[in-house]
């Protein structure tokens, strides 16, 4: 079975606070894909990063930063310097490649970020 | 370049209707799946469809339909509504085929908010 788990329901920061989301996954899948998505008030989801199971390469892109570790299913999020424009709810989520498309989406952390 | 368009954003409904969501994928975009948002089972996977056909079906009842047009649009109909299946309904296309859309990724729309009471 798949599933993600994304402990922290509730963060809040301070504006300028570096801030992590932590997100566990478990999959029998040899190839799988991970992702990250932002969930602002007005409903869509916006996509911020896929990442497939054989690289395990850290990536940054501005503010934002990924660390994915295959020995401990891990895919964490880390926003530097936050800002009030961050405040939204973030979703991991996991595939695997017999899935088609089908994504299996942890349950969300809400971010707070406060000036 | 225009997004997923779904149609209605808003949408009440009374217990024992049906309801059909429309969704418009991004053009040339011929993946198209639907999601379910509560907040008490989050994000949980409907159907997907690919070229007017189901490719894939989460764990829903048969009350959950939905079908694909030759223009890649979709529509999810749900039947006999229960105070339940009050969520947002999310809509994503992608470039893909099932089986590759994972290298592509999803674009979602706004969704549509359903209220049964």
């Known amino acids: 079975a798949q599933k993600v788990t994304q402990a922290q329901t509730e963060i809040s920061v301070v504006e300028k606070e570096d801030v992590t989301l932590d997100c566990v996954y478990e999959?029998?899948?040899?190839?799988?894909?991970l992702f990250w998505y932002k969930q602002p008030p007005s409903g869509e989801l916006v996509f911020l990063i896929r990442r497939n199971s054989f690289d395990e390469q850290n990536e940054i892109s501005g503010r934002y930063s990924w660390n994915f570790q295959k020995s401990t299913s891990s895919f964490n999020f880390t926003i530097t310097a936050s800002q009030v424009v961050d405040s939204a709810v973030y979703f991991c989520a996991l595939s695997g490649s017999n899935q088609g498309g089908k994504l299996i989406f942890g349950q969300g952390t809400e971010l707070s970020v406060k000036p | 370049k225009a997004g997923v368009t779904q149609t209605p954003r808003y949408l009440i409904k009374t217990r024992g209707q049906q309801v059909t969501l429309s969704c418009s994928p991004i053009?040339?975009?011929?993946?198209v799946s639907w999601y379910q948002q509560t907040p008490g089972q989050g994000l949980q996977f409907l159907f997907e469809?690919?070229?007017?056909?189901?490719?894939n079906k989460g764990n829903f009842p048969g009350r959950f339909s939905g079908r694909q047009f030759s223009n890649s649009r979709s529509e999810m109909n749900v039947s006999t509504l229960e105070l339940g299946d009050s969520a947002l309904y999310l809509c994503a296309s992608s470039l893909s085929p099932p089986g590759q859309s994972l290298n592509y990724g999803y674009t979602f729309g706004s969704g549509t908010r359903l209220t049964v009471v």
């Open positions: 469809y690919f070229s007017e056909t189901q490719r």
């Open positions: 053009s040339g975009h011929r993946s």
């Open positions: 999959t029998r899948d040899t190839t799988y894909y």
